[in-house]
């Protein structure tokens, strides 16, 4: 996946949109960016080695006891070093500890021979092919690799003749005899059956030597029949043909209609255009050519008698379809998938793609919320139930969850349908709640179900400096004091509802709090929806829209524990005109809130002109502050950068709760300046404004202006007017 760095825009039309901006520390990944496509497990080891080794296992088992165990064997054949079977060889030890041995060691000597010859051919082969070789250096094996050729090619022995010729073309391959090889294959290679596993191994050293011999063309079918695709593109491109991704594919699939590396080739292909590159773009119409091609390719291999699993190739098809916006296509062909023979693990993959589809498509009411309920319960049983310690380790110890990379196909895939498509057509249908419980879910069901939460503690050493400490606790019991949430204040869900305003905030918590459906229970439950956390974000909404009544509800019911935990704090008070520092209470915004609810219901109370003006300045400064000095009071974060995460989340200098709040603080102090009737008290505004030439020029004989004229260095003026801007 593409590495950029992306934001969340305020605005409806770009609130899941990707924009480009510089790098801060690092990448952050936007939900639309997560590869869906999935026909092979890339986490997992390469499947043909696997499965030829588990085929020899088990043909080796046929040639011994089947009461031996292939895990025995496995260690014996693949994983004993040479020296220790030359011991058992010299002793002929009857009582190994591995069966295998013992039985070829006592009943079966003849085994025990070729077993030794391939590894000798192993061991010699191992030494020459490192690039620190040199033809005069000794290599102590009990025989050299022409002796082994000779010995493998004299045995006749018809149980072990295809094993024997194995061994002869590896030792030939090394030795550089080219034509050898060839000639082996032409004259008895080529005879075995086309499914015996020898002669499936020996493929690729023929290729390979035909390429050596010049013959490149020749060796195409051997690469196609093995799944080479990364051999056909290579050699095809040092001749005269131009011969695609496709078109290599398209080969591989004539000759081996299932190979295993077809699945690795198709996803790594289909990937690159699921997610295009948006540093290189490429040439439109030569992919539209490519993809018609792999679309015509994926129909006719999905029809195909041979292929084992037609619903991967019509569920190919029908991908390729959705990526050209073709809905109605794609549906038909993820018809005929969901019909067609499968495995459960292709099976898996259409029905995410379904999911997605409806996301894409289906209209926002009750019959496909229905729907969606239906899904997402099956999309978080699979999030559950394919939970590994690798994936456990990453969501509490590593960053990649934080930073929204990928990690997890299942978490990946709800965030990618919920996030980029159902969330954005949620706030569309004015459906602000819902969009909000599945953003909820989207970004922190994850981090439930593996049950912890890894935060940064701020403690202090010896020296009195402070030093972050990581530590992983439980989602649900943090302990608040001293902690940096790195989390909970940078995903989705936050900047969804710190943008959607405090009437859609205060909405949500209610109806966390009251859930009136089976839908809003379950979303509910896989979301962080803890009171403190919903309740401190809905005051702090209620303090940037000025509705100082409703914070004082909210924020009263935020614990003094939790009040730690917010990641800002009061660094001066929201009440002085000047910068003066505070002791940074913890309930910080309980006070300002308190304190400005109390200043609303005096004035509303207050007649006498004077103290009314007075308390129209304090108001004024206190809501200025909350959007400058004092920000913390309404926001989370300030700055380009928060914690490694989005980069310039929001222009919270324009937004309309700002420009309100600063537009009436202006306004107040100038009702309030115009409303004085007593020099002393206007004086006394002034001064608390820093209007120092004012308070002298206008009112020179009272205590204030006294003050001023006799400290000419503070006569700099800071006009009234000015208050309520930066």
């Known amino acids: 996946m593409k590495r950029s760095i992306r934001f969340l825009a305020v605005s409806l039309a770009a609130l899941f949109t990707s924009h480009e901006v510089a790098a801060c520390w690092e990448p952050w990944y936007a939900p639309e960016e997560y590869y869906m496509y999935r026909v092979y497990e890339s986490d997992s080891a390469d499947p043909s080695p696997l499965r030829e080794d588990e085929e020899n296992c088990r043909e080796w088992q046929r040639l011994t006891s089947p009461d031996i165990p292939t895990a025995d064997i496995y260690q014996a054949v693949y994983k004993m070093p040479l ?5 058992v060889e010299t002793h002929r030890m009857g009582k190994h500890d591995n069966p295998f041995v013992a039985w070829i060691a006592q009943r079966d000597t003849a085994l025990l021979d070729f077993l030794l010859l391939a590894k000798t051919n192993e061991y010699i082969r191992l030494k020459r092919n490192s690039r620190w070789y040199y033809p005069s250096m000794k290599i102590g094996a009990r025989m050299t690799l022409e002796e082994v050729a000779e010995h493998a090619l004299s045995n006749r022995e018809p149980r072990l003749r295809d094993r024997y010729l194995l061994q002869a073309v590896r030792a030939l391959f090394t030795l550089g005899r080219y034509e050898s090889c060839i000639d082996l294959w032409e004259s008895e290679v080529s005879r075995l059956p086309a499914d015996n596993l020898m002669r499936r191994l020996i493929e690729p050293y023929i290729a390979g030597a035909e390429v050596r011999t ?14 080479d695709v990364g051999s056909i593109l290579f050699y095809t491109g040092q001749g005269s043909k131009n011969v695609s991704t496709v078109d290599a594919l398209s080969l591989v699939c004539q000759y081996a209609p299932n190979s295993p590396y077809i699945t690795q080739t198709l996803q790594s292909y289909i990937r690159s255009l699921e997610v295009p590159d948006t540093f290189y773009p490429c040439d439109t119409a030569a992919i539209r050519a490519e993809k018609a091609k792999l679309h015509d390719l994926s129909m006719k291999m999905a029809r195909n008698k041979e292929t084992e699993v037609p619903a991967m190739w019509y569920y190919t098809a029908a991908f390729l379809s959705g990526l050209d916006g073709e809905t109605s296509q794609a549906y038909r062909l993820l018809r005929l998938a969901e019909r067609a023979r499968s495995n459960p693990f292709i099976d898996a993959s259409i029905k995410v793609f379904r999911i997605y589809l409806d996301a894409r498509t289906q209209p926002c009411n009750r019959a496909y919320e229905r729907r969606l309920f239906q899904q997402l319960e099956w999309l978080d049983k ?13 969501t509490t110890h590593g960053y990649k969850l934080i930073r929204c990379a990928s990690f997890y196909y299942w978490n990946d895939m709800m965030r990618r349908i919920v996030l980029s498509e159902v969330c954005p057509r949620m ?10 419980q599945l953003a909820n879910m989207a970004d922190n069901r994850l981090l439930g179900v593996v049950g912890k939460q890894e935060v940064t503690l701020v403690t202090t050493d010896e020296n009195g400096d402070s030093r972050f400490v990581q530590q992983v606790l439980p989602l649900d019991k943090y302990r608040y004091s001293g902690e940096f949430n790195a989390f909970d204040y940078s995903n ?11 009437d859609a905030a205060i909405a949500y918590v209610r109806r966390v709090q009251r859930p009136q459906t089976a839908f809003d229970r379950f979303l509910n439950a896989r979301g962080y929806t803890g009171n403190d956390y919903l309740n401190d974000i809905a005051g702090t909404q209620c303090l940037r829209a000025m509705r100082y009544g409703e914070a004082i509800g909210y924020l009263g019911a935020v614990s003094e524990a939790y009040k730690r935990h ?5 660094k001066y008070d929201p009440f002085a005109v000047r910068a003066t520092s505070t002791e940074n209470p913890a309930d910080f915004k309980f006070a300002f809130a308190r304190e400005m609810h109390s200043l609303e219901q005096n004035l509303q109370t207050t007649r006498e002109p004077n103290r009314k003006a007075r308390l129209m300045v304090r108001y004024a400064i206190g809501l200025r502050n909350s959007f400058d000095r004092c920000w913390s009071l309404t926001q989370y974060y300030r ?17 309309r709760y700002t420009r309100a709040a600063l537009a009436r603080a202006e306004a107040l102090v100038r009702q309030a300046t115009a409303l004085v009737t007593d020099d002393e008290t206007g004086a006394d505004i002034h001064y608390t404004l820093c209007n120092f030439r004012t308070v002298a020029r206008r009112y020179p004989h009272t205590q204030k ?12 003026d800071y006009h009234a007017e000015k208050v309520g801007r930066r």
């Not at 010049?214 to 799944?227: H, I, M, N, S, V």
């Not at 917010?566 to 009061?570: G, K, S």
């Open 214 to 227: 010049g013959q490149a063309e020749k060796a195409l079918p051997y690469f196609a029949r093995t799944g």
């Open 705 to 716: 202006g006294k003050l001023v004229r006799g400290h000419c260095d503070h006569l700099a």
């Open 83 to 87: 020296e220790e079977l030359e011991r």
């Open 427 to 436: 706030l569309q249908a004015d459906q602000t709640t819902r969009a909000l």
């Open 382 to 394: 699979q999030i559950v139930n394919h939970l590994t310690d690798p994936v456990r380790d990453e």
């Open 492 to 502: 989705h869900f936050f900047e969804m509802i710190d943008s959607l305003g405090t």
């Open 639 to 655: 700055g380009s950068c928060y914690w490694g995460q989005v980069c310039e989340k929001r222009d919270w200098e324009n937004d």
């Open 566 to 570: 917010l990641n800002v704090e009061a």
